[in-house]
Nanobody
Framework: QVQLVESGGGLVQAGGSLRLSCAAS????????MGWFRQAPGKERAFVAS????????NYADSVKGRFTISRDNAKNTVDLHMNSLKPEDTAVYYC????????????WGQGTQVTVSS
C-alpha cells in the first residue's frame, strides 16, 4: 500500500506562485505514475497534472498548461506541483494521487491541501 501526504498549500494573491509537494511512503516501488487533482467548492474533482516516475512523461489539463509544472524526485519519493500565474479559479483543495500501472485507476490518495487565490 502507498501513503501520500501533501503540503504547501495556502493563500496567495492572483498572479502569485505556490509549490505543492507530495511525499509517498510504503510500497513506493509499485508506483507507475503520480498525479495532482483538484476540487473546487460545488464542483467535481478534476485532473490537473501527472508524471510517470520512470521517464518523467508529463500530462497537463488545458487550464493549467504553461502555468503549472509537475516534477518528481525519485530518490526522495516526492512529486511537486509548481504553480505560477495563479488565478482565483485555481482555488480548490488539491489532492495527490498514485497509480501502479499505465492503465490502472489512481488508487492511492492524499488528504488534500487547500489553495486559495485571492483577486
Amino acid at each position: 500500500q502507498v501513503q501520500l501526504v501533501e503540503s504547501g498549500g495556502g493563500l496567495v494573491q492572483a498572479g502569485g506562485s505556490l509549490r505543492l509537494s507530495c511525499a509517498a511512503s510504503g510500497r513506493t516501488s509499485s508506483i507507475y505514475a503520480m498525479g495532482w487533482f483538484r476540487q473546487a467548492p460545488g464542483k467535481e474533482r478534476a485532473f490537473v497534472a501527472s508524471i510517470t516516475l520512470t521517464g518523467g512523461s508529463t500530462n497537463y489539463a488545458d487550464s493549467v498548461k504553461g502555468r503549472f509544472t509537475i516534477s518528481r524526485d525519485n530518490a526522495k519519493n516526492t512529486v511537486d506541483l509548481h504553480m505560477n500565474s495563479l488565478k482565483p479559479e485555481d482555488t480548490a483543495v488539491y489532492y495527490c494521487a498514485a497509480r501502479n500501472s499505465r492503465y490502472a485507476q489512481y488508487g492511492s490518495w492524499g488528504q488534500g491541501t487547500q489553495v486559495t487565490v485571492s483577486s
